[in-house]
């Protein structure tokens, strides 16, 4: 009866969430019906955008000590010495969720500005390129450990970057924006105030803007969409983002505007590589100036990124022609649409469901979660599940011997992995292991992430185990000693197996943490064949600039979770209960009446 009650409610509340999920996505899209806007695609020549009008003074103006004067002949390059890490390679690490500079698109393809122009300057090399998504926080110092040749994600440079990785020249050049609610009193980067709640994402070129320049304490968030999320409902006051990304986050009807654009003359966008290896700088240099002389470069702008730059500045080296662009201003003024009058402002409720509940991207997502991120998502899950608990059954062991000599190192181990961040662990696995072991992965971090996951849940698998077997009565040793047995074959034959049974249900409790937490492994870069669950709904987030895909990640991982809860309950309910009563047969009875 149990039994058939837990798979019965199990199957019943997984057919309730693909039936209502199926059935909301046909109830029609969010933002008022229409297509989801692609924000990973090239918007064109129409999109075109002059410099910004609410301009303010350029931040810093100190002379441009790092652009190089020119650039190796690119005929004289020999591909061989640049010390890549597979050769004929160009392996390079990129976020997926900052379009239109670099992102994933529909198709499941790396592009966006920065990484088609990368494709343009490896071909002139001779080169292939092969990206991995990642997340900013890691990037350079994964390029500095040698985990990427290059670093591709609109990265400003700045002084403190520069200790950490080398540079290339520039080729593109951010304006950075002041994002507010409509109405709001703050007008410009000199309304803030120590009481401003300023949001930026971590690490960036802003980050460092408000810390730094403007002395003041930014709100700080892993991605831009999350950023702009909780300018939207309120959290934060205002938000200092990247121009770009600020005018693709902006929908029709969102009651948000850019209240005053900055640059600073220091900081131009680059790709990052390791400091050691200057014949890839030079390299790479040398292919941005043949670009930009045969014209690519300019096709490229003008499709992904078409704005004025500003005066006084243009890419590659100082001896590089300047890029034939068109007059974005004039384009600009052709282009512009007559005003039209101001949306209504959103309800709370109205906000809520144009963020969460899209239904059209519900339906959009779940064939990309179910045929990539659920694999992976499995895949990391039962390895990271079968490796851990072997290895915690032997931390067990171990933490209960007699010799100190495994009892030490067990206990160690286990503070040290139940202490650390599962963040930590991981990047220290991936990019201090992973160089090393290089030639057996193939560069690749997917099994070290894995191997990652499995070290720290032994940890808590192993304390699992040695609360079990501790928890056997001791007249089960002694008796089995008094029949014969000795000690190891007392633990291996009747303790250890009465331990394992008794904290099943924990196991799967820690089963169904490994699941959720294979979604850290997208700090190591993964290839887009290889996401999981949330890094595929992360990058339609992107692609989107809406979090309902986040949300339909969150209802597949329900879709597994939920079903094992009710699995462990059973297990439990089992454990304590015994199995029910069974009526005896009546031949049983009478044959056991007869024989008394």
Not at 36 to 48: E, I, N, S, V
Not at 128 to 151: E, P, Q
Not at 222 to 230: F, R
Not at 416 to 433: E, K, W
Request: glycine letters at 10%; hydrophobic letters at 45%; proline letters at 7%.
């Amino acid at each position: 009866m149990s039994v058939s009650r837990a798979v019965r409610s199990s199957a019943l509340l997984v057919a309730v969430l693909a039936v209502a999920s199926l059935v909301l996505s046909g109830c029609g899209s969010g933002d008022g019906g229409g297509q989801a806007r692609d924000l990973c695609a090239p918007p064109g020549p129409t999109a075109a955008s002059a410099a910004p009008a609410n301009l303010a003074a350029p931040q810093g103006a100190d002379a441009d000590r790092y652009t190089t004067p020119n650039v190796v002949p690119l005929n004289s390059i020999d591909v061989t010495r640049l010390g890549l890490i597979t050769p004929g390679k160009l392996s390079v690490g990129t976020l997926s969720d900052a379009p239109p500079s670099i992102c994933v698109n529909s198709g499941n393809q790396v592009t966006g500005f920065d990484n088609e122009l990368l494709k343009a300057i490896a071909g002139k090399l001779g080169l292939t390129v092969d990206f991995a998504t990642t997340d900013f926080s890691g990037l350079l110092a994964s390029v500095a450990a040698g985990r990427y040749d290059v670093g591709s994600s609109n990265i400003t440079t700045t002084d403190a970057r520069r200790q950490l990785v080398g540079f290339t020249n520039g080729y593109d050049f951010g304006y950075f924006s002041l994002v507010t609610p409509a109405g709001s009193a703050i007008r410009s980067f000199a309304d803030l105030r120590p009481d401003t709640r300023i949001a930026v994402v971590q690490g960036t070129v802003q980050d460092e803007f408000v810390v730094n320049q403007l002395g003041l304490d930014p709100v700080k968030f892993p991605d831009y969409n999350t950023a702009y999320a909780n300018l939207k409902s309120g959290q934060v006051d205002v938000w200092v983002a990247p121009s770009a990304q600020a005018d693709g986050a902006i929908a029709p009807g969102d009651p948000i505007t850019i209240a005053e654009n900055t640059f600073s003359l220091d900081n131009f966008v680059g790709y990052a590589a390791a400091k050691t290896n200057q014949p890839l700088l030079d390299a790479l240099n040398s292919g941005l100036d043949a670009v930009i002389a045969d014209g690519t470069y300019a096709r490229l702008y003008q499709d992904w990124v078409p704005r004025e730059l500003p005066p006084g500045w243009k890419p590659g080296s100082r001896a590089a022609p300047t890029p034939e662009l068109p007059d974005f201003r004039a384009l600009a003024a052709r282009n512009e649409q007559p005003e039209q009058a101001a949306a209504a402002p959103k309800s709370t409720l109205q906000q809520l469901g144009d963020t969460f509940f899209d239904w059209s991207l519900y339906r959009q997502a779940f064939p990309e979660l179910i045929k990539t991120g659920l694999p992976n998502t499995l895949i990391l899950a039962v390895v990271s599940g079968v490796l851990g608990t072997v290895l915690g059954m032997l931390l067990a062991v171990a933490g209960i011997a007699r010799t100190r000599w495994l009892r030490w190192p067990a206990r160690i181990y286990t503070d040290i992995f139940r202490g650390l961040p599962a963040v930590v662990i991981i990047l220290i696995i991936g990019l201090g292991v992973g160089p090393i072991v290089r030639n057996i992965t193939g560069n690749n971090p997917y099994w070290l992430g894995a191997v990652a996951l499995a070290l720290l849940a032994s940890a808590y698998i192993g304390e699992i185990f040695r609360s079990g077997i501790q928890s056997v009565e001791p007249g089960q040793l002694e008796a089995a000693r008094a029949i014969g047995f000795g000690y190891r074959q007392a633990m291996t034959l009747v303790i250890i197996p009465q331990g394992v049974r008794r904290v099943l249900p924990a196991l799967m409790n820690q089963f169904i943490a490994l699941i959720k937490d294979s979604s850290l492994i997208y700090f190591l870069g993964l290839l887009v064949s290889q996401r999981e669950l949330f890094a595929v709904g992360r990058d339609l987030n992107a692609q989107t600039g809406n979090l309902s895909p986040l949300v339909a990640a969150g209802l597949v991982y329900l879709l597994l979770t939920i079903p094992l809860t009710h699995l462990v309950n059973y297990i439990d309910r089992r454990m304590r209960t015994g199995r029910p009563d069974q009526p005896i047969d009546p031949a049983d009875q009478a044959a056991i009446t007869e024989g008394r």
